[in-house]
């Protein structure tokens, strides 16, 4: 029998979860030798993602998608594990908190916790991995990082008390996360105040750091962050239309540039302004020397154009560049 016909009749008899994700490791990886021939010539490739190892430093992508459903991907969300811990989560959009208890993960593990920002995409299920904890036997206070507010947007620590405060909060009977005590622990949340082309360093503890810069998302408080753990460097470009020339600072020689690809190439209107097109993803990988490029936040109008946009970032990027899906991990 032809091997892919072999592989159809055995699917047929595995459990449907098991059948689907097989059959979509395999589509995905005839796709991925496809796009890598396709722009070969060009100088950049399509790398590829692999299991988590547990070992050393490592980037889990628990959403790779936007705000659309339909798109079949939890919103955007990011772990870093090391050496099977896992560390520091980035974002907690919707559908990430499934994906966090599918990683193995566990919030007792975790050091911090960072926002980009506080789109729903971005956010949406905080307050579910924090009940989840609730189960957990976490007895050390757990820091939470993000921007400052606007007239649209409360900052990171009026989203926290609006969430948990004991008189106001929408879970106000979680309120013991903010004040520590039974079945609970101490959220600590912290506002990122930064001038407009500043880097710094916010975080600083067992050997893991972590620098923010702002990015432009419109009229939204929206931060860039860049996680060091182990000898290695990750930087989030978060949501932003990489226009402010900061991204560049912030993933100088980074091993892993986590890029959104939320927009395709000649993109215009509120969508530009919101989001980087390929050329200003390439761009900034090349000016900051990064190792490698992780594109995640994948939307409706760019899944499905991936050759055109490793075209497009190959004129002006010529590392590896890797297309995200949920639970995909990165070294």
């Not at 560390?87 to 990683?103: C, N, W, Y």
């Not at 729903?120 to 820091?143: C, G, M, N, T, V």
């Not at 007239?151 to 004991?166: H, I, K």
């Not at 506002?191 to 939204?220: P, Q």
């Amino acid at each position: 029998m032809p091997r892919r016909r072999t592989l159809m009749f055995l699917l047929g008899t595995w459990p449907t979860a098991t059948a689907q994700r097989v059959r979509r490791t395999f589509v995905s990886a005839a796709s991925s030798v496809w796009l890598a021939v396709a722009v070969s010539v060009a100088g950049s490739f399509e790398a590829v993602a692999a299991p988590c190892s547990g070992r050393g430093v490592e980037l889990q992508v628990l959403g790779s998608g936007g705000p659309e459903l339909e798109d079949k991907r939890a919103s955007t969300s990011y772990l870093v594990w090391q050496d099977g811990r896992a560390r520091i989560l980035l974002d907690s959009g919707g559908g990430s908190a499934v994906r966090f208890g599918e990683s193995g993960a566990h919030v007792t593990q975790l050091d911090a916790i960072f926002f980009t920002h506080l789109h729903i995409d971005h956010s949406a299920d905080f307050a579910a991995l924090i009940k989840s904890s609730y189960f957990e036997q976490r007895d050390r206070e757990l820091p939470v990082y993000g921007p400052t507010g606007s007239a649209d947007f409360p900052s990171t620590q009026q989203f926290v008390a609006d969430l948990f405060d004991r008189h106001r909060g929408a879970y106000r009977y979680l309120a013991n996360f903010l004040q520590g005590g039974e079945g609970g622990y101490v959220l600590r949340a912290h506002d990122v105040v930064l001038r407009a082309r500043e880097v710094r360093t916010l975080y600083r503890a067992d050997g893991v750091t972590a620098a923010a810069t702002r990015v432009v998302h419109g009229g939204v408080p929206a931060l860039g962050w860049r996680i060091s753990v182990g000898g290695k460097s990750i930087a989030f470009s978060g949501d932003g239309n990489g226009d402010n020339g900061n991204l560049e600072l912030l993933a100088k020689n980074a091993d892993i540039f986590v890029a959104h690809n939320a927009v395709p190439e000649g993109e215009t209107g509120a969508a530009r302004q919101l989001h980087m097109p390929p050329s200003v993803i390439a761009r900034i990988a090349q000016a900051a020397d990064v190792r490698q490029i992780v594109l995640s936040h994948r939307m409706l109008r760019t899944l499905g154009r991936e050759s055109e946009t490793l075209a497009v970032i190959a004129r002006g990027y010529s590392g590896p560049v890797t297309f995200a899906d949920d639970l995909d991990c990165f070294r």
